[in-house]
């Protein structure tokens, strides 16, 4: 059976090619990814390094890279229909190469599990080779805050 459309969903992708920059993280502002997809079950977004982003040794610094997974693992979670806020409750991050300023980045998340309250997800952040820079897994889980109240 079809899962009807949630506010959330039709909203995110509403903005699928444009620049997230007017979402409710402004952590995620902040990197200013590109959404390139989006489902009840999945999500893509296209980041840009910029050197803000790098480490001292000017690769992207490990700190963003879990921000990116754990933003997009967000966003994903976010329009897959719970009435209620749901937060992480771990994020387990592997560094596996290093991506340079000006690279393109995709970062894909996907609903592995959804309970009736946690959800788990897992994530990639991909160069456009392929490599993969680093991958994460993550728990939510369901607060008492209904995002209606929230104005969401």
Same mark, same amino acid.
């Given at each position: 059976?079809?899962?009807?459309?949630?506010?959330?969903? &039709?909203?995110?992708?509403?903005?699928?090619?444009?620049?997230?920059?007017?979402?409710?993280?402004?952590?995620?502002? +902040?990197?200013?990814?590109?959404?390139?997809?989006?489902?009840? /079950?999945?999500?893509?977004?296209?980041?840009?390094?910029?050197?803000?982003?790098?480490?001292?040794?000017?690769?992207?610094?490990?700190?963003?890279?879990?921000?990116?997974?754990?933003?997009?693992?967000?966003?994903?979670?976010?329009?897959?229909? #719970?009435?209620?806020?749901?937060? #992480?409750?771990?994020?387990?991050?592997?560094?596996?190469?290093?991506?340079?300023?000006? &690279?393109?980045? &995709?970062?894909?998340?996907?609903?592995?599990?959804?309970?009736?309250?946690?959800? /788990? +997800?897992?994530?990639?952040?991909?160069?456009?080779?392929?490599?993969?820079?680093?991958?994460?897994?993550?728990?939510?889980?369901?607060?008492?805050?209904?995002?209606?109240?929230?104005?969401?």
């Amino acid at each position: 059976m079809e899962k009807s459309s949630t506010p959330q969903l &039709e909203f995110f992708k509403s903005q699928i090619g444009k620049t997230l920059d007017r979402t409710p993280s402004a952590a995620g502002n +902040w990197l200013s990814g590109v959404l390139l997809d989006v489902d009840e /079950h999945h999500i893509k977004v296209q980041y840009t390094v910029r050197p803000d982003m790098c480490n001292p040794g000017r690769i992207l610094h490990g700190g963003i890279a879990s921000l990116m997974l754990d933003d997009v693992i967000g966003m994903g979670n976010f329009v897959a229909g #719970s009435e209620y806020l749901m937060t #992480s409750i771990n994020l387990n991050v592997d560094f596996l190469s290093a991506a340079q300023v000006g &690279e393109k980045l &995709e970062v894909i998340a996907k609903l592995v599990r959804s309970g009736s309250n946690l959800n /788990h +997800w897992e994530a990639v952040i991909r160069k456009e080779s392929g490599k993969i820079v680093a991958k994460a897994s993550s728990n939510l889980i369901k607060t008492h805050v209904k995002l209606s109240d929230l104005g969401y």
